[in-house]
């Protein structure tokens, strides 16, 4: 059982999020901390830097909204999780904060490249590689058969 567990989320990837929360379930400690992060590009206008997608402030609130949506809907009652928005590189970033955090373990969702995480793969390899505790990669599920989904006529 891990002491300090740090999730990584794709916000954009409830099922993933659902995953990730079950699992570490199995793998907290009764009065373990669990820390969800999730880590956003700040992006910029790119060639058009007069023209902003998203201001950070907003892009960050959006991110924690999600995340406190999924641990409402998927984490049992009687536990609690932190939640960690940042913004930069998404590899240097959850290294980063498992190292501030002193995590025990820290759990990824691996989709390879597809997914809306930017280099998904590299992210993976990357927090794998260094990582300052051990990293658990949890394969990504099967999609659905092409109409083979819920309530289809």
Known sequence: MYRKLLIAIDPDDDGEG???????MD???EDGELHLASVFSPGGGGF?????????????AAVRETLDLLVRKYLP?????????????????????AGQLCADLVLLVSR????HWPLRRATVEYVSVNAPC????LPALGKAEPGASEGSE
Do not use: C, D, I, W
């Open 112 to 115: 390879g490249s597809s997914g």
């Open 18 to 24: 659902k995953r990730a929360l079950e699992a570490s």
């Open 48 to 60: 058009f830097p007069h023209v902003a997608e998203e201001a950070p402030e907003e892009k960050e």
């Open 27 to 29: 793998l907290l400690a």
């Open 134 to 137: 051990p990293v658990l990669v």
């Open 77 to 97: 009652l009687n536990r609690n999780a932190t939640l960690h928005v940042v913004a930069g590189s998404a590899g240097e970033r959850l290294v980063g904060l």
